[in-house]
């Protein structure tokens, strides 16, 4: 007996020819769709792929209607599988979630139980304000440290700073003894991100004449911005050095030359946190409660369901700063 509800609360996105409507309805527990996994919903968060699935130009929804979501935390309620029992504490992200699998942003999720995460030294809250922006974060400092880069190599840049990925990130690198430039277009944000490591913050990136070769400016970057500013940063970056490319928030091509490859061996890393395999992702959480927690572990904003479609349109607009919680209300 698990005292889960037939019907809940959950944030519906329904695509209508050109629109999508979106509301806070209830819904049936029957209709959550497969999995081993019931897991009672008590944070989730908004990032940027959130404000796409619900917009009809995203292209990231791909089933209408549609519980968005792509992150959650919670307690087991019940479980076919034997990794999990009801009363755990785990977390959910990436694969189809949000996007072809109803999200967290409902009172109640079901996932397979291959999409689970337990959660052991980091709370629910902790781990949303992370959510997947932030685990994205860590998967590119990781990718970075693999590839050999330490803090006596130079300057870290980072950028879309003021962002969840970028913010989550200038973190997680100045906690791993990294030299961190914040490139942020939020003016009012430079207190904010020094006090989250940045030792210098530089306006958005230049991009009106990107050489081919420029100044070695960068050992590494975390770039969450795409289009001429990862251009700008492969021209800039220093012998070997390495840029891990999640994102796609200032466009989705890629104009460049070969020259920084095949004359200072630099790497282009791409960050797909949707799909890392489970045990790699289970491993990556473990180190997030331990040597990469982050040093601020403070939402800049928490919001409700009803409070969600603002949210969603304010992200897409650039004007959210850092990580936002969604908490989900029970009785
Ligand atoms: N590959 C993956 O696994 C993965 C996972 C998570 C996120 N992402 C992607 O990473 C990106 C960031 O996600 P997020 O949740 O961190 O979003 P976010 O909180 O909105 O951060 C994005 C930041 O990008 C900057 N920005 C926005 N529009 C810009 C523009 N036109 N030109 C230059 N800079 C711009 C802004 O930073 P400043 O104002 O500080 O400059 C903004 O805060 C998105 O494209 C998202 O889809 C990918």
Redesign the pocket.
Known sequence: MSGMPEQFAAFVATKDDDTVHREVRQWARDDLGDGDVIIRVAYSSV???DGLATIAKGQVARVSPLIPGIDLAGTVVESTSDEFTAGDHVLAHGYALGVAHHGGYAQFARVPADWVVPLDALSARDAMTIG??GF?AAMSVQRIQDRGITPQDGPVLVT???????SVGVDLLAGQGYDVVA????TS?HDWLRERGASEIID?LDTDDIRPLGKHRWAAAVD??GGA?LAAILSTLSIGGIVAA?????GLSLETTVAPFILRGVTLAG????NLAIDERRALWARLADDLRPSVLEASDEVGLDQLEDTLDA?LD?R?RGRILVRLDHD
């Open positions: 990032n940027y792929k997947t922006a994205t879309g700073a003021s962002g969840g990925v970028g490139s942020t277009g939020d944000a958005r969450c911005l500013p999640s994102g796609n928030t200032a960050i797909d946190s949707a992200i650039a959210t």
